[in-house]
């Protein structure tokens, strides 16, 4: 895949997640995928494959989302193998309290899945509105 079929890709898993639909981008996840959240919060960390990213992010980020995760994506950028995809989430945990993250995701594709993810949002409301995922 090209670029232009990366970008389409990700303009179309990331429609489906503004909706609320996250299976999309499950399933846009290559078994080996490794998803690095940076900064110093509980949840930054290197995630180590589908496996290690659905039970140690997106469960526990679900669980306190209640299982629905909106992100509307805003921009995004395609060059060789890379996406960068600039995003909104509108979300609100199960305690009531606004989580509306900026998010800028570096993505690297092969294959139409994502093989490497680098995540960029505010660390400091995830500190302030997240518990630890574990």
Known sequence: MNAADNKRRLQHVFAETANGNGRPFIDCLSD???????????????YEGKADVIGNLLKPLGAQLGNRNVIVPLRFIAEDDLVVVEAQGRNTTQAGTPYHNSYCWVCRMSGGRIVEMTEYADTQLIDCVLQSPG
Not at 32 to 46: E, H, L, Q, Y
Request: proline content about 0%; glycine content about 6%; aromatic content about 14%.
């Open 32 to 46: 080996d995928v490794r998803w690095t959240i940076i900064g110093s919060t509980a949840w930054s960390r290197t």
